[in-house]
C-alpha cells in the first residue's frame, strides 16, 4: 500500500502561484498514473489534472488548462502541481491519488492522500 502526503497548500493572493508536491512512501509510484484532485466545500470533488506512469500522457481540466502544469519525477518518488494565475474559484482541498493508468473519474483511482488546502483570496 502506498501513502501518500501532499504539501505546499496556503493563502495566495490572485494570479499569485503556488506548487504542489505529493510525495509516495510505500512503495514506488513508477508505475502508476497519479492524479491531482480539489474539492470545495458544499461541491464535488473533481479532477484537476492527471499523469501517466512515465510523464508522457497528461489531461487536464478546462478550467486550468494553461494555468496548471503537472509533472512526475519517479526518482524522487514525487509529483508536482505549479499552479499560476491563481483564481478565487480555485480554492479547495487539493487531493492527489494514484491509479493504475488515466481516467478521469475518482472512482478510477484507488490510493489518496489527506489533501492540502489552497486559499486564493486578497
Known amino acids: 500500500q502506498v501513502q501518500l502526503v501532499e504539501s505546499g497548500g496556503g493563502l495566495v493572493q490572485p494570479g499569485g502561484s503556488l506548487r504542489l508536491s505529493c510525495a509516495a512512501s510505500g512503495r514506488t509510484l513508477r508505475s502508476n498514473a497519479v492524479g491531482w484532485f480539489r474539492q470545495a466545500p458544499g461541491k464535488e470533488r473533481e479532477l484537476v489534472a492527471t499523469i501517466s506512469w512515465s510523464g508522457g500522457a497528461t489531461y487536464y481540466a478546462d478550467s486550468v488548462e494553461g494555468r496548471f502544469t503537472i509533472t512526475r519525477d519517479n526518482a524522487k518518488n514525487v509529483v508536482y502541481l505549479q499552479m499560476n494565475s491563481l483564481k478565487p474559484e480555485d480554492t479547495a482541498v487539493y487531493y492527489c491519488?494514484?491509479?493504475?493508468?488515466?481516467?478521469?473519474?475518482?472512482?478510477?483511482?484507488?490510493?489518496w492522500g489527506q489533501g492540502t488546502q489552497v486559499t486564493v483570496s486578497s
Open positions: 491519488a494514484t491509479a493504475p493508468q488515466i481516467v478521469t473519474v475518482p472512482r478510477g483511482y484507488d490510493s
